[in-house]
């Protein structure tokens, strides 16, 4: 018990997608990652989660690009969040396209494969895994927290028990809402700590307040590792910030020691990369918000359903749609509310108030009910997964998904030489998820991004020789010396 507690920093990744939309660019991240290497930190979350889409969606930059530009800069180790058969998408994909995804991520540089799946069930996170260790890389096995009558202390940890057998290397208790209170984080971690003999880390979120006391208690527990962001890409809907976590932890016998001057620093450069994505970042994600704990939602999509719920013109429904979610959810076998699952219950309960329950059956929650998304933490009701067949046709399955899909790398070789674009791993893995944004890119890659552009950002005083970055055949970045401090500057042919 008195071995420190490692700190993961999330900033790179969770921080910004969290606050500020995954709006944050590759240029502004390069001034902190020096800083942010000799940190200590136990890893660097780089990439997965949303990073890939808003990345070509919004910010131009090829994926991999941002990957290789982070990698040559630091020597932590980098991890990823991954959904299993999803990989960072929404749909399940073949096996020989996670594998490619896994191998052609690993080549890149990434080490630790932070893997889930929304329903958990352990086999739509196996070939993640085995694909995982056979890059020589560290799968990491996710137990997403939720609330319900069938998601107890004793499951959680079973799954725990289950994930360890399928060849984890590690744990991770993720709570994507910020809703999982001390005294069970303790029990949790406690329970798995017994039973397993991998190491376990504890993620959430501090969107209702609850973040650093559950770390604390994560922490008595005995977990190995907490993740923390750094402010102001931190607390709210983030991660509890790390200045914060040391202080809350002053003479714990496992509080562990990081440079607080090199925290000011990186403090001082994110502001003003969060000063400069204002027009992506909201105060109702930097508050506490016990609306959470009263809906057991994810802070972003109460967020986020306040503003559909305005567009659709049901801003006054906003209390029926929430009451309407814990229905949705036991109908559909009390599945947890994370990505995608979060968005098909949401839209669910949303249809079932404005055209009455079951009416109207989306296709994603058809999907669920029918076991196209994998099995259900508890059974489908009977006759809302009867609604669901007759509506769309199809019959309910207990397999794995992903067995009804045959390989696909070949076909996206294809679709790729057909729009002359190249077909490497890395295009082709991009092209299976998304394939429009792709098209954007490289119609407009050599058109200046529409999202804010950093500013020249001082680096610590450790100032060497010019570097080069090259992004594309149009842009290069650099590290340029100036009177001891270093700035990195982007240079794109107009």
């Avoid at 990434?110 to 958990?120: E, T, V």
């Avoid at 997964?385 to 790398?409: C, F, H, N, Y």
Wanted: charged share 25%; hydrophobic share 40%; glycine share 6%.
């Amino acid at each position: 018990m008195s071995k420190a507690v490692i700190f993961n920093n999330t900033v790179l990744r969770d921080g910004h997608q969290s606050l500020a939309a995954t709006r944050m660019r590759t240029e502004q991240m390069l001034p902190a990652l020096e800083v942010l290497d000799g940190m200590g930190f136990g890893c660097l979350e780089t990439w997965g989660g949303a990073t890939i889409d808003a990345g070509l969606r919004f910010l131009k930059e090829f994926p991999f690009d941002r990957l290789d530009a982070i990698r040559s800069r630091t020597k932590s180790k980098h991890m990823m969040l991954l959904r299993g058969q999803n990989i960072v998408q929404y749909a399940h994909f073949p096996d020989d396209i996670v594998e490619t995804f896994i191998k052609t991520s690993a080549k890149h540089g990434m080490d630790i494969f932070r893997i889930f799946d929304a329903l958990n069930d352990p086999r739509n996170m196996g070939t993640a895994i085995r694909a995982a260790k056979a890059a020589g890389k560290e799968a990491q096995g996710v137990i997403c927290y939720t609330t319900s009558p069938v998601h107890t202390t004793k499951a959680f940890v079973k799954l725990g028990q289950e994930l360890e057998e399928a060849g984890c290397a590690s744990l991770c208790l993720k709570d994507m809402a910020g809703l999982v209170p001390p005294q069970q984080a303790y029990d949790i971690i406690k329970g798995l700590k017994d039973r397993v003999k991998i190491p376990v880390v504890l993620h959430t979120h501090d969107t209702a307040g609850l973040g650093a006391t559950t770390y604390y208690a994560g922490v008595e527990a005995g977990v190995d590792s907490i993740d923390t962001s750094i402010i102001p890409f931190a607390n709210g809907t983030g991660q509890p910030d790390t200045a914060r976590m040391l202080s809350l932890l002053e003479n714990h016998p496992r509080c562990p020691k990081y440079d607080l001057d090199a925290l000011q620093f990186l403090r001082e450069h994110f502001t003003q990369v969060y000063e400069e994505l204002k027009d992506f970042t909201s105060f109702s994600n930097e508050r506490v918000d016990s609306d959470a704990l009263k809906y057991q939602v994810p802070g972003g999509m109460l967020s986020n359903f306040r503003n559909q719920l305005k567009e659709q013109k049901m801003e006054d429904k906003f209390e029926d749609v929430f009451k309407e979610i814990p229905v949705v959810r036991k109908a559909l076998g009390w599945i947890p509310l994370v990505t995608p699952t979060s968005q098909i219950v949401g839209v669910q309960a949303m249809l079932n108030v404005k055209f009455g329950r079951w009416k109207n059956f989306s296709p994603q929650a058809t999907d669920i009910a029918l076991g196209y998304y994998g099995r259900t933490p508890a059974p489908v009701d009977k006759e809302v997964q009867k609604i669901a067949a007759q509506k769309s046709g199809k019959d309910p399955i207990t397999v794995r998904p992903a067995d009804l899909k045959d390989p696909g790398m070949d076909a996206l070789r294809k679709a790729l030489a057909a729009k002359n674009l190249p077909t490497d791993d890395e295009h082709c893995v991009i092209q299976a998820m998304f394939p429009q944004e792709l098209d954007a890119y490289y119609k407009s890659k050599d058109k200046p991004a529409d999202a804010p552009q950093a500013a020249a950002t001082p680096a610590p005083a450790k100032a060497g020789p010019a570097e080069t970055i090259e992004l594309s055949d149009s842009a290069r970045r650099y590290n340029i010396a100036v009177k001891g401090k270093t700035y990195a500057v982007t240079v794109e042919e107009m």
